[in-house]
Nanobody, 122 residues
Framework: VQLQASGGGLVQTGGSLSLSCVAS????????MGWYRQAPGKQRELVAT???????NYADSVKGRFTISRDNTKNAVYLKMNSLKPEDTAVYYC?????????????????WGEGTQVTVSS
């Protein structure tokens, strides 16, 4: 089971970027999914999460600018980022709380995707 993220890049202040993350493998169910970020010299922090039912939660620093969504038919989670600021510069990681079917057994796990760099120039 793995997460594959894409969509990072370089953008000017005030610009927009969209991130995507797709889960693949032997997935029985996807529960909460989310995005986290880690800036140089700082700890990884929560950006936004979304439950399987679509309930969302955002860090105060991104409320009103970022939108998290998911497509359960594609095992995918998205992050639309508007009005980007230099302080949004970080490596962004997707995260999933899921149940995997391995053989005839179910295993709960939390997995991380490889990060994708987002750089906002001033």
């Amino acid at each position: 089971v793995q997460l594959q993220a894409s969509g990072g890049g370089l953008v000017q202040t005030g610009g927009s970027l969209s991130l995507s993350c797709v889960a693949s493998g032997s997935i029985f169910s996807l529960n909460d999914m989310g995005w986290y970020r880690q800036a140089p010299g700082k700890q990884r922090e929560l950006v936004a999460t979304i439950t399987s039912g679509g309930r969302t939660n955002y860090a105060d620093s991104v409320k009103g600018r970022f939108t998290i969504s998911r497509d359960n038919t594609k095992n995918a989670v998205y992050l639309k980022m508007n009005s980007l600021k230099p302080e949004d510069t970080a490596v962004y990681y997707c995260n999933a709380d899921l149940t995997s079917l391995q053989g005839d057994q179910l295993h709960g796990m939390v997995i991380w995707g490889e990060g994708t760099q987002v750089t906002v120039s001033s």
